[in-house]
């Protein structure tokens, strides 16, 4: 199993955003994946709440608990977990630096964001762990200069994902539906962009030495979400179902403290 969390020191650059829409190009590349939210505003929580498609498991999970968490899920034989920090330094956001493979730290084109970035890769290099930058929000037709600068600035701090990923409506519009932009959109720019990026994530982590995980024959195979109609509801596997209760057992107690009234729970993983 391999693990990757998102992380920043600093809110609004999109890194929960990226997250749902990496997991979900990575389950249909044929990774399993599962999602961890770790931020207290339990984000993609809410995201998975208004998804249709049960493939992808999503579980807010307190600090304390992760370690155990991942264990449950790697035993139900998950090849993939996504992690989604808080934007701000905290315990939440140094536990998901800890037990990542690959902290992915997404930046905009600006000063802010640069400057963040730098603490951020500080803490990761503090905790031991491997790490790379990716720059988000970039402005969709030509390239700007500010754009290459933050990208020569990244490069210099460390690696840099491929591709930039551009700022478009599909990202915010799949947000909104509880969907990837590899389901809303297939044909679109900003899944061939998420695509892509899964594949750069991956070969960063066979370079990282990570364990990679079985290839599918479906890998290809796109997404079944379009533009007309979110997707389809579908049928829970045993062993997701499992584990997805092995992560509930493991936060419980926290979880619920953490939860304010009336939010729904996560869809269970397929």
């Known amino acids: 199993m391999r693990t990757i969390a998102f992380v920043t020191q600093k809110g609004g650059a999109g890194k929960s955003t990226l997250a749902s ?4 190009a990575a389950q249909a590349a044929g990774e399993r994946v599962f999602i961890i939210d770790v931020d207290p505003l339990q984000t993609l929580v809410k995201w998975a709440s208004s998804r249709e498609a049960s493939n992808i498991g999503v579980e807010y999970m307190p ?3 992760l370690a155990k968490a991942l264990a449950a899920l790697e035993k139900k034989g998950v090849s993939l977990v996504v992690i989604d920090a808080p934007g701000h330094a905290g315990e939440e956001a140094a536990a998901a630096m800890r037990v990542a493979d690959l902290c992915i730290i997404p930046a905009r084109p600006n000063a802010f964001d640069l400057w963040a970035s ?12 491997d790490y790379a930058f990716l720059l988000n929000q970039c402005p969709p037709s030509q390239q700007s200069a500010r754009v290459e600068l933050g990208a020569k600035a990244l ?7 491929a591709p ?15 969907l990837g932009v ?7 720019i900003a899944a061939k962009e998420m695509k ?3 594949s750069s994530i991956k070969r960063r982590l066979k370079r990282a030495g990570a364990k990679p995980a079985p290839e599918k024959a479906s890998a290809e195979k796109p997404a079944a979400a379009a533009h007309s109609a979110p997707a389809p509801k579908a049928r829970p596997a045993a062993k997701a179902e499992a584990a997805k209760a092995d992560v509930a057992v493991a936060g419980k107690a926290e979880v619920e403290e953490k939860k304010g009234p009336g939010k729904k729970s996560a869809r269970k993983a397929a």
């Open 164 to 178: 930039l990923v551009s700022s478009r409506v599909d990202y915010q519009e799949a947000a909104r539906l509880g």
């Open 118 to 129: 730098e603490k951020t890769r500080a803490q990761v290099k503090d905790e031991g762990r």
């Open 182 to 188: 590899c389901e809303y959109n297939p044909d679109g």
């Open 155 to 161: 490069q210099a701090m460390g690696g840099l994902l």
């Open 196 to 198: 892509e990026l899964w």
């Open 21 to 24: 829409s990496v997991a979900v």
């Open 63 to 65: 600090a304390s608990k």
